[in-house]
């Protein structure tokens, strides 16, 4: 596709219950990288994929979150059992090997934990 | 990576007005890269300048490092209201150029008409 692209862009569920979102990189892009974003903490690092497996995954915050990504392209983000503070604006990034340092974002997606 | 300090925190000023941003990091870096984020979203690079360069333009975007001081400018020339956005800078460090990027709060920027 043209761009890095995220779904959905906004997400509202209940305490307790999971959550998935979901990456589609930029076609070719073999690094995706997952981001969020909150007022308290920032802009913060999840974890990154080189092609399916994901040699970073430092930035997870707890066990109640995983990715994987398949076939080298659309990558998932779980979080099981959401709490208030996983409220945040998700972003996933990609990047190409002709220009590894350049990371291309998404849109994002807007979790809200009720 | 390591995270980048931008500032100011917030900047405000007339079109037509020049904006500078600085960004201050603390150990040795490969590159440092600036982007730009429009309402919370997604972030959209902006320039990249390498260790051994000390300038780079690129339209109205004039980015200066200064190794020694540990520290990058990002100037915005001639700014319109489309420039207001919060801006943050990404030291990067390792010895792969894939890796996670590590931002700071960012400056927010607010072009006035």
């Known amino acids: 596709g043209a761009g890095v692209s995220q779904s959905p862009s906004n997400k509202v569920t209940e305490k307790g219950k999971d959550v998935e979102l979901r990456c589609d990189p930029i076609?070719?892009?073999?690094?995706l990288y997952w981001y969020r974003q909150s007022l308290g903490q920032g802009l913060e690092f999840l974890i990154y994929f080189q092609g399916n497996s994901a040699p970073d995954k430092s930035g997870l915050p707890s066990d109640r979150f995983s990715a994987e990504r398949t076939g080298g392209s659309v990558s998932t983000l779980t979080i099981q059992r959401t709490q208030q503070e996983d409220s945040a604006v998700y972003l996933c990034?990609?990047?190409?090997?002709?220009?590894?340092?350049?990371?291309?974002f998404g849109a994002g997606t807007r979790l809200s934990v009720l | 990576s390591q995270q980048g300090e931008e500032d100011p925190q917030a900047l405000s000023i007339q079109e037509g007005e020049n904006a500078t941003m600085n960004c201050s990091y603390k150990?040795?870096?490969?590159?440092l890269q600036w982007y730009r984020q429009n309402s919370g979203r997604g972030l959209v690079h902006l320039i990249l300048?390498?260790?051994?360069?000390r300038e780079k333009h690129s339209g109205r975007l004039r980015v200066t490092l200064d190794t020694s001081k540990k520290s990058s400018s990002l100037l915005i020339t001639a700014s319109r209201a489309a420039d207001t956005a919060s801006y943050f800078c990404?030291?990067?460090?390792?010895?792969?150029?894939?890796?996670?990027?590590?931002f700071g709060q960012g400056t927010i920027l607010t072009v006035h008409p």
């Open positions: 990034a990609s990047s190409t090997s002709g220009r590894p340092d350049i990371q291309y």
């Open positions: 300048i390498r260790s051994n360069e």
């Open positions: 990404a030291p990067k460090t390792g010895g792969t150029s894939y890796g996670k990027l590590t």
């Open positions: 076609s070719g892009h073999t690094a």
């Open positions: 150990t040795s870096i490969n590159n």
